[in-house]
T-cell receptor
């Protein structure tokens, strides 16, 4: 049963600390997405990769956020330095071209 | 810019009722529309995907319809059960893009 995995599932950190979230997309999928979910804004796209190349990161605060895909089995989202307003659930999703999108269980981030 | 709206924001029904969730989108140039379910504190589970050339998709007690020209989709749930209680999200992939644009969701509560 192929699924997207994310680590860690929960993260509590203090303001100013670096946070790294990891995602393993479904094998064979060529698109990977990072979304952030908050009560106020709902689901917002942060970054999007196709065949490991970053295609859209316009939704990401570039001064503190960075997203990479070092290989086809790993996507990372890094926040440095973290701020309390970054507290949210971060979802990774993968898919094949324009077909179904499959979401991971999310990383719940709390920045104190 | 594509915008997706879901009405109502919350819905409470007794068990056994048939119900309809509504989704509208501002730009009818879409590749497909996907309905997701999200349980509290969990990730998103894909329910149905309708391609732009299709009118409807069915899975068990769920039926999703698409009227692309008018920018509308409905999710019909037959014989609702308490286990259907969750937030239902509608999302579209617009032509020229690979990313999903989400609505804010409808929170459904089915009481025994």
């Amino acid at each position: 049963d192929a699924r997207v995995t994310q680590t860690p599932r929960h993260k509590v950190t203090e303001m100013g600390q670096e946070v790294t979230m990891r995602c393993q997309p479904i094998l064979g999928h060529n698109t990977v997405f990072w979304y952030r979910q908050t009560m106020m804004q709902g689901l917002e796209l942060l970054a999007y990769f196709r065949n490991r190349a970053p295609l859209d990161d316009s939704g990401m605060p570039k001064d503190r956020f960075s997203a990479e895909m070092p290989d086809a089995t790993l996507a990372t989202l890094k926040i440095q330095p973290s701020e309390p307003r970054d507290s949210a659930v971060y979802f990774c999703a993968s898919g094949l071209d324009w077909s179904h999108r499959f979401f991971g269980p999310g990383t719940r981030l709390t920045v104190l | 810019k594509q915008e997706v709206t879901q009405i109502p924001a919350a819905l409470s029904v007794p068990e056994g009722e048939n119900l309809v969730l509504n989704c509208s989108f501002t730009d009818s140039a879409i590749y497909n529309l996907q309905w997701f379910r999200q349980d509290p504190g969990k990730g998103l589970t894909s329910l149905l995907l309708i391609q732009s050339s299709q009118r409807e998709q069915t899975s068990g007690r769920l039926n999703a319809s698409l009227d692309k020209s008018s920018g509308r989709s409905t999710l019909y749930i037959a014989a609702s059960q308490p286990g259907d209680s969750a937030t239902y999200l509608c999302a579209v992939i617009s032509e020229g893009y690979s990313t999903l644009t989400f609505g804010k969701g409808t929170m459904l509560l089915v009481s025994p």
